[in-house]
Every structure is written in C-alpha cells, then in structure tokens.
C-alpha cells in the first residue's frame, strides 16, 4: 500500500541536467525495490534504473549508463534520479514504480510492480 509521485520533470537542452524526485508515502518502503521507467510516444517502456531497498543493488539501462545516477533515502522516503548529460533521446514521461516484493526485493519489473507514480514529463530539445 504504497503512493508514489515524482517531480522534477521539464525541458532542458542537449547536455543539461535534471533532477527527478519520487515521493514515496504509505506503508512497506523498506520492502520494495524501486524502478524508474520511460516511455516516449511510439517507443515501448523502457526501464531506466533499479535500486534495491537498501540501495545496495543497482541497475541502468546501457542508454543512460555513466548518464543518470539513482539513489534512495528511506528516511525521506524518497528515490532520486539525477539525469547528466541529456540528450533528446532522454525525451519521454518518466515513472517510478515499485516492484511487488512477493515477486523480488532486488529486481525491478514493471508488470511486477504493483504501484506507479502519475509519470513526469521531460523534455530534452535546443
């Protein structure tokens, strides 16, 4: 019984930076692993990150490897995405979803993941 909204979402120029922030509220945080996802219009969903609970396990997709970075506070509750060196390419809604920890604590799944935040837009153009 998770809720989960992210923010952070906008334009930026090739080469820029944004900052993605997944709010994190109701009960079992500790209990998830948490993923972010993109999809852009006509492309299939694509997972971005993956971070266990403790944070000791994390993934990339190879687009955005040595790019983003993906942390977790659970004292905060919260999940960060930072986005370097942008690129259009990056240009899709972003969601942060959290895998169903009866399926795994350390793989992130979308058809795993019970809940989803209502997505972000980002927007990577001169």
């Known amino acids: 019984q998770l809720q989960l909204v992210e923010s952070g979402g906008g334009s930026v120029q090739p080469g820029g930076s944004l900052t993605l922030t997944c709010v994190i509220s109701?009960?079992?945080?500790?209990?998830?692993?948490i993923g972010w996802f993109r999809q852009a219009p006509g492309k299939e969903r694509e997972q971005v990150s993956c971070i266990s609970p403790s944070g000791s396990m994390i993934s990339y997709a190879d687009s955005v490897k040595g790019r983003f970075t993906v942390s977790r506070d659970n004292g905060k509750k919260t999940v960060r995405l930072v986005m370097n060196t942008m690129e259009p390419e990056d240009t899709a809604v972003y969601y942060c979803a959290a895998t169903d920890p009866t399926f795994s604590s350390y793989v992130c799944d979308a058809k795993e993941s019970a809940y989803w935040g209502p997505g972000t837009q980002v927007t990577v153009s001169s």
């Open positions: 109701g009960v079992g945080l500790d209990w998830h692993a």
